[in-house]
């Protein structure tokens, strides 16, 4: 066996590609799911405290902006050493308590609770969809990203545009477009671990974990909007 790997170097170096992908992806995998526990308890934590009542809209958006940046300039900086995970954890953490701010308002109606499983259950057949498709794709999407890249600035443009504005209408088209903008982005990332083009698994977790929270929060803000009842 040895003198045969030996006779075809070409297969023992396929082999460890395709070992170190498959650990990338599956570290991946796990750290994304553990960054799911400190999501929601910043979530309970923001809503226990009433950050909505602690932080005026305004406010909420600098700290949101400057504390996600920051810590993802951490977390760029530290991602190849030990305090790579515990700095993403920290981040998730912080989301979870910028995403109670929409949770206590959506929780607040009168079937609230079942449009938080809704959008629950969207987001995670969307995940499932995507990881799945992931496998099967085979084309480059580096130019789609491009595009999709772009969508993403114009959405967050237009989103602080809208805090402004407070248009319904303009709400709920961005939501709709940043679920297939982000939607696109966990296919997309998902496929550059499995291409072995990402071999860092903390960038490629924050990659998916930010596409997941934001379907996640478009999906909440969508079904808040539309489906929202004060019964």
Known sequence: ??????????????????????????????????????????????????????????????????????????????????????????????????????????????????????AFAGTGAIFLGMATLSSVVKRDLSNMAKFMFIGVILLLVASIANFFIQSSALMITLSVLAIGIFSFFILYDLKRVQDGEETNYITATLGVYLSIYNVFQSLLALFGIAGGSDD
């Open 1 to 118: 066996m040895d003198q045969g790997v030996q006779n075809f170097p070409g297969l023992a170096g396929g082999g460890a590609l395709a070992a170190q992908r498959n650990r990338v992806l599956r570290n991946t995998y796990w750290l994304l799911a553990l960054s799911m526990v400190p999501t929601v308890l910043g979530a309970w934590v923001g809503m226990s405290i009433g950050i909505n009542r602690i932080l005026t809209p305004g406010i909420g958006l600098i700290v949101f902006l400057a504390g996600a940046f920051g810590f993802m300039f951490a977390i760029e900086k530290f991602k190849n050493s030990a305090a790579g995970v515990p700095i993403l954890l920290g981040f998730t953490f912080f989301m979870g308590i910028m995403l109670s701010r929409l949770l206590a308002v959506v929780l607040g109606m009168g079937n609230g609770a079942s449009l938080v499983m809704m």
